[in-house]
């Protein structure tokens, strides 16, 4: 069963914590104070390491962040690309309003679904398997 992988970001200067949704968030990996979102190898790795595993759902969830700036954003889609050349798909969930109106701007929307909460991108992953 492929499980659905959550990326979660808390800003400022934070951690960025990757779990898996489908056992009630259980962590699989960590960083902590990085000023880039975590961009370092080690949650890039942790992203392959859950492709190689055939995990192919991931989100993004942004409750706790304010803005994205060009670097942030730059962080998210290298993400995407990872995710999509391994034919798995990348969602963002919980945009402020500020954050939606950057995604629909830069027309993102095109190549990652934006979801309102957790649990609409849970259902709509959870859709997409059966």
């Given at each position: 069963?492929?499980?659905?992988?959550?990326?979660?970001?808390?800003?400022?200067?934070?951690?960025?914590?990757?779990?898996?949704?489908?056992?009630?968030?259980?962590?699989?990996?960590?960083?902590?104070?990085s000023s880039r979102l975590g961009m370092d190898e080690r949650v890039?790795?942790?992203?392959?390491?859950?492709?190689s595993k055939g995990n192919r759902h991931f989100?993004?969830?942004?409750?706790?962040?304010?803005?994205?700036?060009?670097?942030?954003?730059?962080?998210?889609?290298?993400?995407?690309?990872?995710?999509?050349?391994?034919?798995?798909?990348?969602?963002?969930?919980?945009?402020?309003?500020?954050?939606?109106?950057?995604?629909?701007?830069?027309?993102?929307?095109?190549?990652?679904?934006?979801?309102?909460?957790?649990?609409?991108?849970?259902?709509?992953?959870?859709?997409?398997?059966?």
């Amino acid at each position: 069963m492929t499980k659905t992988v959550l990326i979660r970001i808390q800003p400022p200067g934070g951690q960025t914590t990757v779990y898996h949704l489908n056992d009630q968030e259980r962590e699989i990996d960590r960083v902590s104070k990085s000023s880039r979102l975590g961009m370092d190898e080690r949650v890039r790795g942790t992203i392959k390491d859950e492709l190689s595993k055939g995990n192919r759902h991931f989100v993004v969830d942004l409750t706790s962040v304010k803005y994205l700036n060009s670097s942030s954003l730059g962080v998210i889609l290298a993400w995407r690309q990872i995710v999509g050349e391994a034919e798995g798909e990348l969602a963002l969930a919980n945009p402020n309003h500020r954050i939606k109106e950057l995604v629909k701007h830069l027309r993102l929307e095109a190549i990652m679904k934006v979801f309102d909460s957790l649990p609409d991108a849970q259902r709509y992953f959870a859709d997409s398997t059966e």
